[in-house]
């Protein structure tokens, strides 16, 4: 069974970074594409980058290109988002997710339970 | 405002039939596949439907999806009181370079 847990979220101050971390487990990590989607509250899904499987493709939003930095560590079936000169409209619930499949690269198949972000001072 | 566009809300009795419209363009509609996503209140998101009108093992056949053009639709028939949640369209924009979603609708069952 597929299994995604984020870790990270909390409270920041404006201008602040924080890194979140999503340890995947129940599939081979390193065959899928890897995503990460924000929830303001009360707001809609909002998809911020994605990561193909060596790594070496990244795409993000133009809203956080410049300041997040999505990772994985295949070796540690791990997925990483560092977010530095954090905002207030960056406060949300964070997600990873997978691709459906191994060749599924926006077709988000599994999600994990999220990790809230408040940037507040 | 969203790439993909939705409407905000639906609603029907149970037992009935409901369809969410998501709008696009040749950019992301047009030339990529449409999923659904279904999120329950306070849970995170759920793929409910793949490549335009796939199922996903576990989904029941009362959810069924559909592309033509620039639009996608989604179609829930029996509707259930459970089904009562938030669904979202999306997919790849090409000239974004990044996966847009629809802004949302929220089925109410009456």
Redesign the interface.
């Known amino acids: 069974e597929v299994h995604l847990v984020e870790s990270g979220g909390g409270l920041v101050q404006p201008g602040g970074s924080l890194r979140l971390s999503c340890a995947a487990s129940g599939f081979t990590f390193s065959t899928y594409w890897m995503?990460w989607?924000r929830q303001a509250p009360g707001k809609?899904?909002?998809?911020l980058a994605?990561i193909n499987q060596d790594g070496s493709e990244k795409?993000?939003?133009?809203s956080v290109k410049g300041r997040f930095t999505i990772s994985r560590d295949n070796a540690k079936n791990s997925l990483s988002l560092q977010m530095d000169s954090l905002r207030a409209d960056d406060t949300a619930v964070y997600?990873c997710a997978t691709g459906?499949g191994v060749t599924?690269?926006?077709?988000?198949?599994?999600?994990?339970?999220?990790t809230l972000v408040t940037v507040s001072s | 405002q969203s790439v993909l566009t939705q409407p905000p809300s639906v609603s029907a009795a149970p037992g009935q039939k409901v369809t969410i419209s998501c709008s696009g363009s040749s950019s992301n509609i047009g030339n990529n596949y449409v999923s659904w996503y279904q999120q329950l209140p306070g849970t995170a998101p759920k793929l409910l439907i793949s490549d335009n009108n796939k199922r996903p093992s576990g989904i029941p056949d009362r959810f069924s999806g559909s592309k033509s053009g620039t639009s996608a639709t989604l179609g829930i028939i029996g509707l259930q009181t459970g089904d009562e949640a938030d669904y979202y369209c999306g997919t790849w924009d090409n000239s974004l370079s990044g996966v847009v979603f629809g802004g949302g609708t929220k089925v109410t069952v009456l």
């Not at chain 1, 795409?59 to 133009?62: P, Q």
């Not at chain 1, 599924?104 to 999220?114: D, E, K, S, V």
Request: charged letters at 10%; aromatic letters at 30%; proline letters at 0%.
């Open positions: 995503t989607v809609g899904l909002e998809w994605n795409n993000y939003v133009d997600y459906l599924y690269r926006y077709t988000l198949g599994y999600w994990g339970q999220g």
